[in-house]
């Protein structure tokens, strides 16, 4: 599920992309309007998160131009402007949903199952297995043959990643990120340390081994 965030507040747009990544999303943001709507050309979201007050072109103004374009993607208002007029406004200009801060997370993450749903996008998993191995996103669990393992909110968005690429190889730079959401210097081996404790909770005590390293691109799931 990729999610476009469109929401020039900082603090708001890292608790909402923090959340939508540990519920196994992926999540691009644009901070102003004028970049959304370059973002919202150039590549395809399963959902756009929007809020009303933006710089350079308001919320409303970006949803009825990209409303005019005749796309579908199903599109989420998160604002402030709680106005029965605005919600109306909103969901009249061709918003799927009209969410009103400040709000519960819970609550945005069902309503982008929903709207999802209703437009016929895959919607976010919420479990993810390999053998016998299980996640659920909403619970924020993971067992492994039926006996549970605690782990970090970093280390489950890793488990995530690499569960829901299963098979695939991914490098170091992809997983940084996806989980840390920067680039690590290439001579740092953070995400090689956390691998590694990961992989000491997720394959401890298990004749079979999940966790790979591919020498010299990075890490599978298999």
């Known amino acids: 599920m990729k999610i476009l965030l469109v929401e020039d507040d900082n603090p708001t747009a890292s608790y909402v992309a923090k959340g939508l990544k540990e519920a196994g999303m992926s999540v691009q943001r644009a901070a102003d309007g004028r970049a959304a709507l370059d973002m ?6 399963d959902c756009v998160i929007l809020d009303i007050m933006l710089p350079f072109i308001d919320g409303m103004t970006l949803l009825k131009t990209f409303r005019a374009s005749n796309a579908l993607t199903p599109v989420i ?9 605005d919600r109306v406004r909103g969901l009249s200009g061709g918003a799927d949903d009209y969410l009103v801060k400040p709000f519960a ?4 993450l ?17 479990r993810l297995s390999a053998e016998d191995l299980e996640m659920d996103s909403v619970k924020h669990t993971v067992t492994r043959g039926g006996k549970s393992i605690e782990l970090t909110k970093k280390e489950f968005s890793l488990l995530w990643l690499l569960l829901s690429h299963k098979d695939e190889v991914l490098s170091r730079t992809f997983i940084s990120e996806r989980v840390w959401d920067i680039n690590f210097d290439s001579g740092t081996n953070a995400v090689d340390v956390a691998v590694k404790r990961l992989r000491d909770k ?10 790979h390293t591919v ?3 990075g890490y599978v799931l298999r």
Do not use: W
């Open 105 to 108: 997370f819970s609550e945005l």
């Open 202 to 211: 997720v394959d401890g005590g298990f004749a079979r081994k999940l966790i």
């Open 77 to 85: 208002m998160l604002t402030a402007k709680d106005a029965v007029e």
């Open 215 to 217: 020498r010299g691109v």
């Open 40 to 45: 919202l050309i150039g590549e395809d979201f």
């Open 110 to 126: 069902a309503r982008i199952h929903a709207v999802t749903r209703r437009r016929g996008a895959p919607a976010p998993q919420a």
